[in-house]
T-cell receptor, first 109, second 114 residues
Framework: EDQVTQSPEALRLQEGESSSLNCSYT??????LFWYRQDPGKGPEFLFT???AGEEKEKERLKATLTKKESFLHITAPKPEDSATYLC??????????FGTGTRLTIIP | DSGVTQTPKHLITATGQRVTLRCSPR?????VYWYQQSLDQGLQFLIH???????AKGNILERFSAQQFPDLHSELNLSSLELGDSALYFC?????????????FGDGTRLSIL
């Protein structure tokens, strides 16, 4: 059975303080690893798809990386508007996405 | 804005009742997915439709059913509701059916069972 574990559950950072969120996964045959951002009262917003180990993708202050067992979402010099819950999901058997429970990120001005 | 529209935003009803949740996918998307998000379990895949046909089932209860209409909108029907069915129900869509495609989510319907 596919499993996704995200850590930490919650993270508080000062504005400008860079850090990383972790997503560890166990799947047989990864078709894609997805990162989403979810704001309170909203649906998950798609950020990145990673397909194979060694792949990296960037968007503004966010950079996602992938190894054979985990993915990291690096956030550089975060701003208060980056505060959200970040979800990681894996897809092995289409179309099911298996989600982690997320990391709740708070950026303090 | 993902382009996926879900109605209603909130639904309050009683145990034993039946409700229908509606989803309009992004323009041009043929695939629709339904997920349930509860506090303790995160997002759980329920069912997938592609161009009107059911393609895959996940952890969907027999009391729940879905369909996708010719105009590609989809409905999730929940019947004989129980307290444990209280959750956020999300619809997502993608352009095609195939592994590795990102799914784009609506803002969900919050269902509260009293």
């Amino acid at each position: 059975e596919d499993q996704v574990t995200q850590s930490p559950e919650a993270l508080r950072l000062q504005e400008g303080e860079s850090s990383s969120l972790n997503c560890s996964y166990t799947v047989s045959g990864l078709r894609g690893l997805f990162w989403y951002r979810q704001d309170p009262g909203k649906g998950p917003e798609f950020l990145f798809t990673l397909y194979s180990a060694g792949e990296e993708k960037e968007k503004e202050r966010l950079k996602a990386t992938l190894t054979k067992k985990e993915s990291f979402l690096h956030i550089t010099a975060p701003k208060p508007e980056d505060s959200a819950t970040y979800l990681c999901a894996v897809q092995a058997e289409f179309p099911k996405l298996t989600f982690g429970t997320g990391t709740r990120l708070t950026i303090i001005p | 804005d993902s382009g996926v529209t879900q109605t209603p935003k909130h639904l309050i009803t009683a145990t034993g009742q039946r409700v229908t949740l509606r989803c309009s996918p992004r323009s041009g998307d043929l695939s629709v997915y339904w997920y349930q998000q509860s506090l303790d379990q995160g997002l759980q895949f329920l069912i997938h439709y592609y161009n009107g046909e059911e393609r895959a089932k996940g952890n969907i209860l027999e009391r729940f059913s879905a369909q996708q209409f010719p105009d590609l909108h989809s409905e999730l029907n929940l019947s004989s509701l129980e307290l444990g069915d209280s959750a956020l129900y999300f619809c997502a869509s993608s352009a095609t059916t195939g592994g590795g495609q990102p799914q784009h989510f609506g803002d969900g319907t919050r269902l509260s069972i009293l």
